[in-house]
């Protein structure tokens, strides 16, 4: 089965609004939680990321909260910006070690100026 | 140079031949991963090297194969390709002890 699930295909906001990326995931031995950011034609790069001793993590207009429990996570996106428009992709692994990582789908993101 | 490389960027391959994509980083990174990636569907992982240690996951391990001769080269093998192997691959490594994955372009690799 998928291990990391993200459930929105696509979401549109408009420019300055807020937007909450959700990601849910299988294995409760993760420990280690990312958002990447991918334009067309171009490969994922990191966004930003989380390990689980912490549940929360920020970087400038861009939150990572983790819910443990619930075996999710979300990425909040304040005061959108139209190069903000791209896919979004989740990511989860566990360090057992041999750092396997699992990524969701994505959701694609556009922002109207 | 923190770019992961990856050749050939476009492969075109027959049914039941066998196609070899190559991948070289100078970070000096402890982990290169595999992932294929199809059309709406996320990538997935097929296989990564952890130093010289070969994981490869459990519902691809007889199709591909990998090899790394040394820390900044590692291949991905395919002994007869089959159509549904056509889709992206991308190539990634990671920091050692840490998380971030850098990716290369990928290989978009069709079988006729």
């Known amino acids: 089965g998928q291990q990391v699930k993200q459930s929105s295909p696509s979401l549109t906001v408009q420019e300055g609004g807020i937007l909450i990326l959700n990601c849910d995931y299988e294995n409760d031995m993760f420990d280690y939680f990312a958002w990447y950011k991918k334009y067309p034609d171009n490969s994922p790069t990191l966004l930003i990321s989380?390990?689980?001793?912490?549940d929360k993590r920020e970087d400038g207009r861009f939150t990572v909260f983790l819910n443990k429990s619930g075996k999710h996570f979300s990425l909040h996106i304040t005061a959108s910006q139209p190069e903000d428009t791209a896919v979004y992709l989740c990511a989860a692994g566990s360090n057992t070690g041999y750092q396997n990582f699992y990524f969701g789908k994505g959701t694609s993101l556009t922002v109207i100026p | 140079d923190t770019t992961v490389k990856q050749n050939p960027r476009y492969k075109l391959a027959r049914v039941g031949k066998p196609v070899n994509l190559i991948c070289s980083q100078t970070?000096?990174?402890?982990?290169m991963y595999w992932y294929q990636k199809k059309p709406n569907q996320a990538p997935k992982l097929l296989l990564f090297y952890y130093d010289k240690i070969l994981n490869r996951e459990a519902d691809t391990f007889e199709k591909f194969q990998s090899s790394r001769p040394n820390n900044s080269f590692c291949s991905l093998y395919i002994g007869s390709a089959g159509l549904e192997y056509s889709a992206m691959y991308l190539c990634a490594s990671s920091t050692p002890g840490g998380r971030e994955q850098y990716f290369g372009p990928g290989t978009r690799l069709t079988v006729l």
């Open positions: 989380v390990r689980s001793n912490v």
């Open positions: 970070m000096n990174h402890d982990t």
